[in-house]
């Protein structure tokens, strides 16, 4: 028997074992990750829905649960939005969305008509 040929043969072994274990490793990181981060989405939603809920049912006809939200530039995000209807059928409602203000890094306030050219 050539030793050569059977130690390559063993060692091809390990390395596959090893590759399979750290494959799995990182899948397994990977789902607890996004696992988590499912979890946490989900817990926000259901506050975001008990704080409209709660100012509905105040009498508020509109709801936002957010007075200040800060999303960087190339990002997007979810806000929640809650609208009473009080006609006695089915309502469409149209949301009208402007800029206010907005600030650079230093939180500096940026002129309106700059921030709207270079669409903030």
Same mark, same amino acid.
């Given at each position: 028997m050539n030793k050569k040929g059977i130690e390559l043969s063993v060692n091809f072994l390990v390395i596959v074992i090893i590759s399979l274990v750290i494959l799995s490793s990182g899948i397994l990181i990977v789902r607890r990750y996004f696992s988590t981060a499912e =979890?946490? *989405? %989900?817990q926000l939603d259901e506050q975001t829905e008990r704080q409209i809920e709660a100012s509905l049912g105040q009498g508020k006809m509109i709801s936002v649960p957010f *007075? !200040? *939200? %800060?999303i960087g530039r190339g990002e997007s995000d979810i806000l929640g939005?809650?609208?009473? $209807? #009080?006609e006695d059928h089915r309502t469409e409602f149209n949301v009208n969305i402007s800029l206010s203000s907005a600030y650079d890094k230093n939180k500096d306030l #940026? =002129?309106? $008509?700059?921030?709207? !050219?270079i669409d903030i």
């Open positions: =979890d946490i *989405k %989900t *007075k !200040r *939200k %800060t939005l809650g609208v009473l $209807n #009080i #940026i =002129d309106q $008509n700059l921030a709207e !050219r």
